[in-house]
């Protein structure tokens, strides 16, 4: 099914997806350019704490979702049936979530966002293992968790695409996606050593997950820049506040804002500014 899925995204991207009219790197490929262009990168201001930040994302996750099912099979004898409901559940947050968030993002900033909902979401982990007296608050509080998860997320790849300019933006989210990877791998081994020496219970798990968005929140709010919006950009937000602006569809809602929180560090979905609006 994940191949049939990958096999109807590549269409679309072919078909559909715009290439956009950036302007491009015309150094030659090679391991020797790649490593001096990260090297280059990670000395900007901010670069090198987004891909820390990166790291705690997906070192977080693992450590949040991996051993909830086996959790919920322990303690309220859940089957998969009821596992697969709460995915689905988590994937609506993420949905809805995500798209609104970015929104909001492009009206307060990239950081006040990620912030909040760095905040937000290390409470909501943190609540998590003391929801055990049924599984329909479990599935409330894992929704709500998702969706801080999409909208940290969403504004997050907003602001990276402005950290740097266009011919070096490629670059740029391989970096972060390769520190994402970093961090994945660290959390679900981490997880798994974690649920054993202090298992059966979950709080564990949940308290460093926990305290590893928390340390995101921090690391965002010291180190990482704000892009600065100018006039013209604020005139221009102001006149896209009309009653046809507002009134977009779900699916350009969704192309303009979206992350991947369940699948772990991807970068395909980043903000995009249409082209009619970047002019």
């Known amino acids: ?41 990670l000395r900007q201001p901010g670069v090198a704490a987004a891909s820390v930040m990166f790291a705690l994302v997906f070192l977080s996750f693992p450590l949040y979702i991996a051993y909830l099912p086996l959790w919920l099979e322990t303690t309220f004898g859940a089957t998969g049936g009821a596992i697969a ?12 979530a995500g ?26 982990i943190l609540v998590t293992p003391f929801v055990n007296v049924a599984l329909w608050p ?7 968790a998702m969706g801080l998860f999409a909208s940290r997320g969403s ?32 959390g679900g081994a981490l997880a798994g050593l974690v649920f054993t020496a ?11 997950s926990a305290a590893g968005c928390f340390v995101l929140a921090v690391v965002a709010w010291r180190y990482l820049p704000e892009p600065s919006i100018d006039d013209a950009d604020r005139e221009e937000m102001k006149a896209e ?16 804002q979206s992350s991947d929180a369940l699948c772990g560090p991807h970068q395909e979905t980043g903000h995009m500014i249409p082209e009619h609006e970047s002019k």
């Open 138 to 144: 479990i599935y409330v509080v894992f929704s709500v």
């Open 241 to 256: 506040k009309t009653p046809s602006s507002e009134s977009r569809s779900l699916a350009e809602t969704a192309c303009r």
């Open 155 to 186: 504004s997050f790849q907003a602001l990276l695409t402005e950290l740097v300019s266009d011919e070096r933006r490629g670059a740029l989210m391989s970096l972060t996606a390769a520190t994402g990877q970093i961090g994945f791998a660290i």
């Open 99 to 124: 798209p609104e968030a970015g929104r909001l993002s492009d009206r307060v900033g990239r950081k006040p966002v990620i912030i909040g909902a760095s905040l937000a979401v290390t409470a909501v």
């Open 1 to 41: 099914m994940f191949a049939v899925v990958m096999g109807i995204a590549s269409v679309l991207v072919w078909r559909f997806v715009p290439q956009p009219d950036a302007r491009r790197s015309e150094r030659p490929l090679g391991v020797h350019n790649a490593v001096a262009e990260y090297a280059s990168l």
């Open 198 to 208: 202090f298992g059966p219970g979950y709080l564990a798990n949940a308290g460093l």
């Open 85 to 96: 409901l709460l995915f689905f559940l988590g994937g609506v947050g993420n949905v809805i």
